[in-house]
């Protein structure tokens, strides 16, 4: 068995290759684990559910040029929606001032009372019609739809007051944790509105981590937003997409060309609006992870490098070793205990530095807590590349032949 004590007396003639290499191990321990804790963060984020069918989905942003009255839009909306829904594919249709991942909209608190410093809860505020369930493909799992008739109107967003609202699941357990929400009153405004109905699940418009708390704590309210711009929410049938995203454009302006519909991003399907959505997310996880590699890789060229620099010093030390009777084994093995032990005490400075990156962090970007099991995943991974790394020089150190012993330096 390998003596400790003889590699801890070379090591110390070694200092400054043996302080770099730990060091070095150190910060990369410090960095990957916070990397990959930062890439788990956005993975989980881009990937959450909306609860929408998304693959059946078209978004048309549409603006009325000349700004027409309130009084004038909802016969331009029922035209529009007559027209997308004759589009051959298209299955149905309705208009709404946001929807899922768009990044805009409005949010309001929601309570037992009208009393907004009081709310249970923010949600996400969806103008919907009867349509709006089956073209989303939302899962009603309590109550039931919005009647055409219990559909309003409204001009603006700072004074709406529904008589009746549909929310998500999520938002129903905080405001009735103990018991069914349908039936049950709620405050969106200073007026009490009843609760029909309670979908699975609802994403709300925003993509910020910093409203995670509540993105899926969504409300429906009964009214056409009476507005010069508007979004046209089409469900499409399936293998239709491609035809029908050609088409919605030529098809809305032969209807009525005072309108405006963007080029770039006026017809988008539900996978174009979030790959929009997460770009950034995606890109930090991209970033993050090729850091990661970059780093991992330089550690383990300097292992080599430094590894093979001492192999190439110790040659005479090594024959006179095998001379002595060392076997290949035994010279193998001290070139990897050696590097263990440089290792083990740069994973142990890097768990320090790992935490205190995070709390760093935590302070300046709000991040959450870096959880231990990636500290664990970290320093086992850095040992094991580690030694990956030194193996073949200290292959090569172990190939040195006895008669070495004999030469000149």
């Known amino acids: ?128 019609d009867e349509n709006t369930l089956p073209t989303l493909g939302l899962k009603l799992v309590a109550g039931r739809n919005f009647r055409a008739d219990e559909i309003g109107e409204a001009a603006g967003l700072d004074k709406i007051a529904p008589a009746v609202i549909i929310i998500t ?10 018991g069914s929400a349908v039936g049950k009153m709620a405050y969106i405004s200073n007026q009490p509105s009843i609760i029909i109905g309670v979908v699975e699940r609802l994403q709300t418009p925003y993509v910020d981590s910093a409203m995670a708390q509540w993105s899926a704590c969504s409300t429906l309210v009964p009214f056409r937003h009476l507005v010069d711009s508007t979004a046209y929410v ?15 454009r030529a098809a809305l302006y032969a209807a009525n060309r005072m309108r405006v519909i963007s080029a770039k991003d006026g017809v988008q399907t539900f996978a174009q609006v979030r790959a929009t959505a997460y770009a950034s997310d995606r890109g930090m996880a991209i970033l993050m992870g090729a850091i990661s590699v970059v780093l991992l890789a330089i550690t383990a060229a300097g292992i080599v490098g430094l590894t093979s620099f001492w192999v190439g010093q110790r040659r005479k030390q090594i024959g006179v070793r095998r001379a002595l009777g060392a076997t290949q084994h035994d010279i193998l093995s001290y070139f990897l205990t050696e590097n263990l032990l440089i290792g083990f005490a740069g994973v142990v400075i890097g768990g320090v530095l790992a935490l205190g990156l995070n709390l760093w962090l935590m302070n300046q970007f709000e991040v959450e807590r870096l959880e231990p099991g990636y500290v664990i995943a970290g320093v086992i991974a850095l040992l094991l590349l580690g030694q990956g790394a030194v193996l073949a020089p200290a292959l090569r150190a172990s190939h040195v032949p006895p008669v070495e012993a004999t030469r000149s330096v």
Request: charged share 15%; aromatic share 6%; with cysteine.
């Open 234 to 248: 089409v469900r499409v049938q399936p293998g239709q997409m491609a035809d029908v995203a050609s088409h919605v």
């Open 1 to 128: 068995m390998m003596q400790i004590r003889p590699i801890l007396a070379a090591l110390r003639h070694h200092k400054a290759g043996t302080l770099l290499i730990a060091l070095q191990i150190a910060l990369t321990l410090a960095i990957v684990c916070n990397a990959l804790f930062i890439i788990h963060q956005r993975l989980t984020h881009l990937s959450q559910p909306t609860g929408i069918d998304e693959d059946s989905l078209l978004i048309v942003q549409n603006q009325w040029a000349g700004r027409p009255a309130p009084a004038e839009v909802p016969s331009l909306l029922a035209a529009d929606l007559d027209t997308l829904r004759k589009i051959p594919g298209v299955t149905n249709a309705y208009p709404s001032n946001t929807f899922p991942l768009s990044n805009g909209g409005i949010a309001y608190g929601i309570g037992h009372s009208p009393d907004k410093l009081k709310f249970t809860s923010d949600t996400a505020i969806y103008f919907t």
């Open 169 to 178: 699941h999520e938002l129903a357990d905080r405001l009735f944790p103990d």
